[in-house]
């Protein structure tokens, strides 16, 4: 018998994983989504098991017995059966913990008791489990859950890894910022005086980067993109594409220099296309494809401060818990629906100065520097 999780705080989309689990066993299906993130009926896949490994030697297997309407739980690669249990059961405590949890306030909330005790019966003692290990050597580390599935439309029975997002708490980040994914920017018209009195601004005990960016314009301060401040970020970009850091790099200025209205990634690619910075011939093609090319990457496995080999670590797809529960997902048959659902539905977003090391001017072999930072972060509304 499992440990109990009574007690345990976890965060909304770390408890999402868990009700992932149960609400999938007990309905059976998982159906796609459509562009706009609507449920596809026609196109779904039909639940055959989940595998996950609660303890360090033992991977265990929820198999679903359709015909009984059970959820059959055993140890991998022995035919002893754990425990047999009603499905509905698994909807029941998918239903309790979903709306026990939606509206709870702080970053860390408990689960209803009796879906904990549910949870002891069912042998999960870690609602966010660890990745089955020999599942991580073959697909990656992106994964949220392995799950074995039958096509509904082809018949084809596959295992595939699947990450996991949440619309009931805060929205997920789909690219993170952090000290290694800066980008620099080489200032012309700056001094050490005006470096000085710029890294000297707050407002309000922050940074107050409204005001930095009034200071850079008074003082007739321009810039030019000089590299990522970290090699191995560069690297990764360039295996993207060669010109990869030069448009992130734009995108990062647009957002946080040029302060235009909106801060949607498609809104902002629009007016890069427009501007067509690097002279290609043709624009609306080439940006757009390749800041879904950027998307990807980082939905899969790519980061800015660890070395990437260029390998999507998600072979499943994508599943999100919508605000009213249902659990909807694009995986690798839908690739293109879900490019452009991340393309629409993301957006740049400021981060912390202080946190992720960015904002203050900086000097090197007498030229002066300005590293920026961003994150990307999905969006609230669906379009």
Known sequence: MAESIKGKKLNKGEWAEFYVMLKLLGEGKLYAADK????????????????????????IEYIIDE??????????????????????????????????IKNEKGSSVLAPDSVCDFAKIIYVSKPKAPAVKAL?????GKNDIFIEVRDGQ???????????????????????????SQFLYKLYGCNDRIMNDFNGISENDGRGWSKCKEYL??????????????????????LIRES???IMAWCVKDRLIDSNDSHNVKETIERMTEANPLG????KVYYEKAMKDFLIAGFTGMTAGR?????????GGYIVVMDNGDILCYHSNDREAFRDYLYRNTYFEYVSADKYVWSRIIKVDGYYYLPLNISVRFNTHIR
């Not at 449920?39 to 030697?57: A, P």
């Not at 991580?136 to 990656?140: E, P, S, T, W, Y």
């Not at 314009?217 to 360039?238: A, C, D, H, R, W």
């Open 154 to 180: 082809t018949s084809i029975v596959s295992i595939m890894g699947f990450s996991i997002k949440s619309k009931f708490g805060q929205n997920p980040t789909l690219f993170n910022a952090g000290s290694s």
């Open 36 to 59: 706009l993130l609507c449920k596809n009926c026609k196109n779904y896949l039909d639940i055959l098991k989940i595998i996950r490994q609660e303890y360090e030697n033992q991977v």
């Open 307 to 315: 070395t990437w080999d260029g390998k999507e670590q998600v072979n």
């Open 280 to 283: 290609v011939q043709n624009p």
């Open 136 to 140: 991580k050597k073959q697909f990656g």
């Open 244 to 246: 990869m850091s030069k």
């Open 67 to 100: 015909k009984k309407s059970q959820v059959i739980i055993k140890l991998q690669n022995s035919e002893d059966i754990l425990i047999r249990i009603a499905a509905y059961e698994f909807n029941q405590n998918a239903d309790i913990l979903f709306n026990g």
């Open 217 to 238: 314009v008074k003082n007739n301060i321009s810039m030019e993109f000089s590299g990522t401040q970290n090699p191995v970020y560069s690297e990764n970009l360039f």
